[in-house]
């Protein structure tokens, strides 16, 4: 469906059932993984670089906050409830949530065309120019036009194809790459990444980069015009003009 | 609201039940292959199930990553100190002669070992890394006497399904499936780097299963049982640490 026939027909839905739905149980999966991974962190907050490191080992970087085991040197003179045994139940729970419904949508999405005729630029967006006309025209705080209501820009697909299609594989590998278990079957997986600890410290960047985007994610909605956003990806029909004044 | 129709609600009718019944199915297919964990129930249970699940069919016959004697941590960390409990501090007095490991439950021959006696049984060696759930880690070279070795010795039973270790500490047990428990690298460990195991890492005896995090490498084993069910031990949930939140499996 282009843009054009979505604007002549406003009863065709903005983001259809699949995408609404796998949306929401993805930023549920999101929160739960951000939360309980924030809880895990807190038990060791150093990282460090290659196979190995410990309380013993010099670490890459720490950060300055207290951790909720004692064996770890902060600086800090107490330490804090340690939640990791829920905290990690509810980490692979949640990210099996997620890998099932990042597969659900995958799937859909190739099925039905939706990467190729919703995120793919059109062949006359990619190049910086056009990606430079929308950043200029955010900057400018221009509302956004009509057509946009309708469809994604070339910012927000470059920025949704980048988490799909990069962000979130590479959160999975580096979370997988953890496991001793799956270590032992596919050892390319954490050796590739330079070893455990690496795997570790990538998996927190990686993870900080998600949460970069969906600041700036909600950032856009809000200033998009939050009521008539949401409304477009929770029950999917997207505001005429008129009621949206 | 559209209306639904009627073929649209059979069609949807058909597609539950099939859904149902397939699960149902997957769930005995996973019981008789022993994918299903026993800390399965509760709220995080499905987790747990699809995890242990799927890593135990990806890792049926994988052998954890070993290391070059290079990479040897010249700082390993011992993480918690010797139980305080007056009995292990008797043994610890006397060099743990007489240390003692009781086997029983589902074998031919309950028996108990000593360590000499289980350095007079095949010992291997093997360097991995012991990682820890916090997120840290280290390499060692682990000594030791393979599990398999020691249930060889008391002839297991068929029917066997689990061997739950125990701790010299008595709030600490765990167990492990049969996978693990004849996989050639799990080690009851009795030396470290070319030398005794000392105490803060577990010595005399402490139980190595280098495909799963380290809290499964229960230290100061003084017991181990062969079952076919869990149900009986704690709470029945195959180990102290679904007490405080953790998964029984621990390969992730």
């Known amino acids: 469906m282009s843009t054009a026939d979505s604007l002549a027909n406003p009863g065709n839905p903005r983001h259809g059932a ?66 990791n045994g829920w905290s990690r139940s509810l980490h692979f729970q949640a990210a099996w949530v997620g890998v099932l419904t990042g597969l659900v949508y995958a799937i859909f999405s190739l099925w039905t065309g939706h990467f190729r005729k919703s995120l793919f630029p059109a062949a006359a967006d990619r190049n910086w120019t056009a990606l430079w006309k929308v950043i200029a025209r955010y900057l400018r705080r221009e509302p956004s036009d009509e057509i946009e209501a309708h469809s994604y820009n070339v910012v927000q697909r470059t920025a949704y194809l980048t988490v799909i299609f990069v962000l979130f594989p590479l959160v999975i590998w580096t979370g997988l790459a953890m496991s001793p278990a799956f270590d032992s079957a596919v050892p390319v997986a954490v050796n590739a990444l330079g070893g455990r600890q690496s795997a570790r410290t990538l998996h927190f960047f990686v993870s900080g980069s998600l949460l970069l985007f969906l600041v700036v994610h909600v950032t856009m ?22 009621e949206r004044t | 609201m559209r209306p639904i129709s009627r073929r649209k609600l059979i069609a949807g009718g ?46 049926m016959h994988s052998l954890a990553r070993e290391f070059p004697r290079s990479m040897i941590s010249k700082t390993p960390f011992a993480n918690a100190t010797a139980p305080p409990n007056d009995l292990f501090k008797r043994h610890q007095a006397s060099g743990f002669a007489d240390w003692r490991l009781a086997v029983d439950g589902m074998v031919a021959r309950p028996g108990s070992f000593s360590v000499s006696d289980l350095k007079s049984l095949p010992v291997r060696s093997q360097i991995t890394e012991v990682a820890c759930e916090e997120g840290w880690s280290y390499i060692a070279e682990w ?68 495909r799963q995090l380290g809290y499964k490498s229960v230290k100061y084993i003084t017991r181990l049982t062969v079952t076919d069910s869990l149900k009986s031990f704690g709470r029945g949930l195959g180990s102290s640490e679904p007490d405080y939140g953790y998964a029984w499996y621990a390969g992730i």
């Open chain 2, 14 to 59: 058909v597609a539950a039940t099939a859904g149902v019944a397939g699960l149902a199915a997957a769930a005995r297919l996973a019981q008789h292959y022993g994918l299903i964990p026993p800390d399965h129930g509760g709220i995080y249970g499905p987790g747990q199930t699809l995890t242990y699940a799927a890593q135990r069919l990806l890792t």
């Open chain 1, 221 to 242: 909605v809000v200033l998009g015009g939050f009521r008539s956003r949401m409304r477009a990806m929770i029950v999917g029909r997207v505001a005429t003009p008129k």
């Open chain 2, 143 to 210: 000594i030791g006497t393979p599990l398999t070795a020691v249930l060889n010795e008391v002839g297991t039973l068929p029917q066997a399904r689990y061997v739950v270790f125990f701790s010299i500490d008595s709030e600490w047990w765990d167990s492990i499936d049969m996978a693990d428990a004849l996989h050639s690298q799990t080690l009851l460990t009795h030396g470290m780097n070319d030398g005794d195991l000392p105490v803060s890492f577990g010595g005399p005896l402490r139980m190595r299963v280098p």
């Open chain 1, 18 to 83: 699949v995408v609404r739905a796998t949306h929401w149980i993805t930023v549920i999966a999101f929160f739960a993984l951000l939360i309980s991974g924030a809880e895990i962190v807190i038990s060791h907050p150093r990282f460090y670089w290659g196979e190995v490191g410990n309380a013993l080992t010099r670490p890459l970087f720490t950060l300055p906050i207290p951790a909720s085991r004692s064996t770890v040197p902060t600086g800090y003179g107490y330490v804090l409830p340690d939640q």
